[in-house]
């Protein structure tokens, strides 16, 4: 098992009210998968991400990535690991202003030993030609494309991606899902989308359905289609 | 209006960014109302001081005395008034100069205790007395007699109570000056010299002059604005008022675009409150006037603060002013249009850079605004056109950053400049002062004792070297010069021209601080009027001597006399390695070098003061230069922080990123401050150098210059260690937030 959760709890608090918590999250998740995290909004798709991603802390249970409990690590090494291991691609891409393409590439590829070629991944997401131009002269979807290429050229094991089609039109988004989709096959990197959109499951190799903080279902998605046969 | 109500959170929100401009306000009106009310409190009182004691017209030295001085008053129209002195060593080092009181002209005021009245009775100059622990009621002795300190008193022209005339500062460890009653000055046992006082009440001396230069032969004639110990306090009044304004100004101009850059960092963030507010139906004016608030509350807190700061310092600073020079604060006073100046003053500088600002932001329609950041994310045409392709990336990241904001690297680079002008003032006085000390004094006078006889003898007896010299001017341009003859082989005196060579001492050599008054270059030709008999002598100049002390021409000692129509071998002074056996009542004034080199030590100390405080402010304009404008990039960047976060970066990456942006900038406006500073001081001690016989050399030595970049490199990483904590702050949720907006 490359991915797996046992028992993992945690919660938000306003002064002494619980606002939130998932509770008792557990599953398993084999590496080269492509997993969908679907849910309706606040039943806390994101912060799952964030617990697997080592942006936040459980308040107890264990998220083991390979053999290190993640949960236990210091936040030096949870850095470390972010770096290492974790892509992330949001909603709305958080690339740098003053950067161009290329340079807002360059950022995560700065620290990291196992980059791959910025060329190469620039090209994989179709935006080498537009590589010296800046985000705000781009389209969102080539901003998402380019969000894509930081989290891609650090060569990670995990691609976590929020909602990464949130803001983006049915074509475009479903080109973004193709690409997610190539990057797994070429890269064998295992993939979490985080979605409201029910229809994007169907790409995916699992199924993992939150209702207010629960695992309300969890299933292996046997018709599994390619993204290119997602329609909404 | 209910905005108002945000103005207090947002300040406390950015405490750290709005004190500093408070600060920066309150600095430059604490240094205009206080400067400039000081320095016109000591000069009203010195005006009044002037009055009140008659200060003398002109002082001179006859060859035969007056026979009949009420005479003489009645036909010229004038005062005169003799007045006897002679200096008295009082203890190894320090001598006291003591004169008969006079009751017609430059007579003393009395600044504490009382008036002598018996011959046994002294008054002491305060500054002297302080430095030296003498109180009133303590006896005094001089030349055996033992004499009761009754008061303490100031005389006009001896403000500023210079040994000789060509010191350059006041040295009160080692020269004091006092006055004794008539009688006891008859009964002292040396003659000493005396001086004739002249006034006249309808200003002109030029008849009384001529006659006694006829019937008396002038030996020494000097005006009273030509006299040191009388003009340096006006130059001192100058440069200070200069500074008065010329300080506060700049770091105004400073916060003004501090502020401004703030100010346009908020409204960016806020146009779409702005444009939310606007479609409410707020008017521009409303809004305008909400922003305005917060300027308000930086320049008024800052004012008034600074204001009453300055108040409270008025009269320190009038009293450090007055240890220098020797005027009573008869009435000290406010002179109330600064204090206005003081509180109004922000408000001139920080408005208008405010209201270009808001007017920026403004002019945008009420959707535009709401809509936001379409106006901030435009790319410069730096940015576009930058090529940055071979750097590595935290160089390209910091050079993005960099020309991100041209106005606010602007703000950066002339805080900077400015700070280290500030800083590297210090460094150039002390530098300037060695260098004076050693290349100009030492090098060139190698005597250790310089006699000046009273009357021209014709053969030397004495042992040393003997020369001489007379007064001139060149008429509307120098009031007045010594020209010396040495001996052309004189051991003595060391000229070297500008490249270090020694000059040939068979030529006729100029000063350089003369030259430069005079606009001569080597070969011209100029025309001097001796000052005590108003005859011309043309001469040719043939070299310039790197000196900067003292408005002087050099020629061999038989050319100077044969100019003058005197034996070849006359002579006045004489220079001496050894102590000299030559009676006293022959010498007219006698002084060691060693007393120049005590004045010059002496000076730094007093300075420390005002020199560290200076340093204070400087450090502390560097602080907040730097820590604002890190703030502001932190703020602009947190959401990229947060980014680099999640992406791992570790708290080391990204504060070198962010933080070691601005070490470029830093050293730019390091590296501008000194030719800046040298320009500026150059500029500001020629303004009034005229009246002043010498050319302050400025200097900074490598080490001075590295010690001042150490310091603001220290600042830099103080301001660091404070924006660390707030780097550190950043939660990783920042990025994901702005997701959610
Ligand atoms: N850092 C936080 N502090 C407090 N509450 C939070 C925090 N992050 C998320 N929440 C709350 O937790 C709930 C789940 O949020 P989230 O995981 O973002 O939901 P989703 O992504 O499924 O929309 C929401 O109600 C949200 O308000
Ligand atoms: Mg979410």
């Known amino acids: ?232 | 209006m209910v905005l108002n109500k945000r103005i207090f959170r947002v300040l406390l929100k950015q405490k750290a960014i709005y004190l500093g401009s408070i600060v920066l306000v309150m600095l430059s009106s604490l240094l205009y109302s206080n400067l400039n009310i000081a320095m016109k409190n000591v000069e009203k009182n010195k005006d009044l001081f002037l009055e009140k004691t008659n200060v003398e017209d002109a002082k001179i030295i006859l060859q035969r005395p007056i026979d009949d001085i009420k005479k003489l008053e009645d036909e010229f129209n004038i005062s005169i008034e003799k007045r006897r002195q002679f200096d008295a060593k009082i203890s190894e080092n320090t001598t006291l100069r003591v004169f008969e009181k006079t009751s017609k002209v430059d007579f003393p005021y009395i600044v504490e205790g009382s008036d002598i009245k018996n011959s046994n009775e002294i008054l002491l100059e305060p500054n002297f007395a302080k430095t030296n622990r003498y109180n009133i009621g303590d006896k005094i002795r001089v030349l055996d007699k033992d004499f009761t300190i009754v008061g303490f008193f100031a005389m006009p022209d001896y403000i500023y109570p210079l040994k000789s005339e060509g010191d350059i500062m006041v040295n009160y460890k080692i020269f004091g000056t006092a006055i004794i009653s008539n009688k006891a000055m008859d009964e002292m046992p040396t003659k000493g010299n005396s001086f004739y006082l002249l006034k006249s009440p309808s200003g002109g001396l030029e008849e009384v002059k001529e006659y006694l230069g006829k019937n008396n032969f002038i030996i020494f004639w000097q005006e009273i604005n030509d006299n040191p110990r009388f003009n340096f306090v006006n130059a001192k009044l100058m440069g200070s008022a200069k500074m008065a304004v010329a300080l506060p100004a700049m770091i105004l101009l400073l916060t003004s675009l501090l502020v401004a850059v703030v100010l346009w960092r908020m409204i960016k963030t806020e146009f779409t409150q702005i444009g939310t507010l606007y479609a409410l139906g707020y008017t521009k004016n409303e809004i305008a006037m909400h922003y305005l608030s917060f300027v308000n509350i930086i320049a008024l807190t800052g004012g008034i603060l600074g204001t009453i700061l300055g108040l409270l310092l008025v009269k320190p600073l009038s009293e450090y002013f007055t240890f220098y020079f020797n005027i009573p604060l008869i009435d000290n006073s406010f002179d109330y249009k600064y204090i206005l100046g003081s509180l109004l003053i922000p408000y001139v500088f920080i408005i208008p850079s405010m209201l270009i600002v808001l007017y920026k932001a403004l002019k945008h329609s009420p959707v535009k605004l709401m809509r936001g950041k379409i106006e901030t994310l435009k790319i410069g045409f730096i940015e576009k056109n930058i090529k940055l392709n071979r750097l590595r990336f935290p160089s390209k990241f910091k050079i993005r950053e960099i020309t991100k904001s041209i106005p606010r690297l602007f703000v950066l680079i002339f805080g900077i400049t400015l700070a280290s002008m500030f800083l590297m003032l210090g460094f150039l006085y002390r530098n300037s002062i060695d260098y004076l000390l050693n290349q100009s004094l030492n090098d060139v006078f190698k005597y250790e004792y310089n006699y000046v006889l009273k009357s021209y003898e014709a053969s030397n007896i004495y042992g040393g070297e003997e020369y001489n010299f007379s007064v001139f001017k060149v008429n509307g341009k120098v009031e007045s010069f010594a020209v010396f003859g040495i001996k052309p082989n004189s051991q003595f005196i060391n000229l070297v021209d500008k490249n270090g060579n020694p000059i040939s001492k068979e030529n006729i050599i100029i000063t350089k601080p003369l030259a430069k008054t005079l606009k001569v270059k080597e070969g011209d030709t100029i025309v001097i009027t001796n000052k005590y008999n108003n005859d011309d002598y043309t001469i040719k100049i043939d070299k310039i001597a790197e000196v900067y002390t003292g408005n002087n021409i050099y020629m061999p000692l038989s050319k100077l006399n044969n100019l003058l129509g005197f034996d070849s071998g006359s002579f006045i002074g004489i220079f001496a390695k050894e102590k000299l056996n030559i009676p006293e009542e022959k010498i007219l004034k006698f002084e060691t070098k060693n007393d120049i080199n005590e004045a010059f030590k002496a000076i730094i100390n007093p300075l420390r003061v005002s020199l560290g405080l200076v340093s204070f402010i400087a450090f502390f304009i560097a602080l907040i230069v730097i820590y604002v404008v890190t703030g502001l990039s932190i703020e602009e960047n947190k959401t990229n922080i947060s980014m680099f976060k999640i992406l791992g970066y570790t708290h080391k990456e990204i504060n070198d990123l962010i933080l070691n942006t601005f070490t470029i900038p830093i050293i730019i406006g390091f590296v501008l401050s000194i030719p800046l500073l040298i320009k500026s001081m150059d500029e500001l001690l020629n303004s009034f150098a005229q009246n002043v016989d010498f050319a302050f050399p400025l200097k900074l030595n490598a080490v001075s210059i590295i010690l001042g970049f150490l310091i603001l490199y220290i600042t830099f990483e103080i301001s660091k260690y404070f924006s660390k904590k707030n780097i550190f702050k950043i939660p990783m949720s920042e990025a994901l937030k702005t997701q959610r907006e």
Not at chain 1, 29 to 46: A, C, D, E, R, Y
Not at chain 1, 119 to 145: A, C, H, I, T, W
């Open chain 1, 1 to 232: 098992m490359f991915i797996q959760l046992n028992n993992v709890n945690k919660e938000f608090k306003s002064g002494k009210n619980l606002v939130f918590s998932l509770k008792n999250i557990s599953f398993n998740v084999n590496k080269g998968q492509i997993i969908t995290i679907l849910g309706p909004s606040g039943s806390g798709k994101s912060t799952l991400l964030n617990l697997i991603g080592g942006i936040d802390r459980v308040d107890s249970g264990d998220i083991l990535i390979g053999d290190v409990n993640i949960s236990k690590l210091s936040d030096k090494d949870l850095t470390l690991y972010r770096r290492n291991k974790i892509g992330f691609v949001f909603q709305f891409y958080n690339l740098i202003p003053n950067l161009n393409v290329y340079e807002n590439v360059e950022v995560a590829a700065n620290i990291s030993k196992q980059s791959l070629s910025l060329e190469k991944v620039l090209d994989s997401v179709g935006m080498l030609d537009k590589k010296d131009k800046f985000p705000q002269e781009l389209s969102g979807g080539e901003q998402q494309r380019v969000s894509i290429a930081r989290a891609l050229v650090k060569n990670p094991e995990i691609l976590l991606c929020d909602e990464p089609t949130g803001a983006l039109d049915f074509k475009t988004a479903k080109e973004i899902l193709m690409l997610l989709e190539k990057i797994n096959k070429e890269y064998n990197t295992t993939i979490f989308i985080v979605t409201h959109n029910t229809a994007i499951s169907s790409m995916a190799d699992r199924i993992i359905r939150l209702r207010s903080g629960e695992i309300v279902e969890d299933k292996i998605n046997s018709a599994k289609i390619s993204a290119e046969g997602v329609e909404w």
